[in-house]
């Protein structure tokens, strides 16, 4: 099973960017979908942005399009998420995980083990 350690969280004021990093173990990355989710504090984990396994598919929800990028890069098992344009209701802590497809991870949820997550704190 793939195991998944997030990384690149922090505290940054409102309008400012950050680059989250999901770095992966095992050989099945490259063949799954990846995904982005956030928990803000009582609140539901949401599923905020994927990726198709090679990256010529991509899904935001609607609170963060236009302002984040979902990447991956398959030969060094990582994936990333460019956030610019922070607001204070993107603070939350956010994790990767893997999928048989986007609209699977969506729907079914992920398939890989959760990991500890990153923390995000925006700041007005």
């Known amino acids: 099973q793939v195991q998944l350690v997030e990384s690149g969280g922090g505290l940054v004021q409102a309008g400012g960017s950050l680059r989250l990093s999901c770095a992966a173990s095992g050989r099945t990355f490259s063949s799954h979908a990846m995904g982005w989710f956030r928990q803000a504090p009582g609140k539901e984990r949401e599923f905020v942005a994927g990726i198709s396994w090679s990256g010529g598919g991509t899904y935001y929800a609607d609170s963060v399009k236009g302002r984040f990028t979902i990447s991956r890069e398959n030969t060094k098992n990582t994936g990333y998420l460019q956030m610019n344009g922070l607001k204070t209701e993107d603070t939350a802590v956010y994790y990767c995980?893997?999928?048989?497809?986007?609209?699977?991870?969506?729907?079914?949820?992920?398939?890989?083990?959760w990991g500890q997550g990153t923390q995000v704190t925006v700041s007005s």
């Open positions: 995980n893997v999928g048989t497809s986007m609209r699977a991870m969506n729907s079914k949820g992920p398939i890989g083990s």
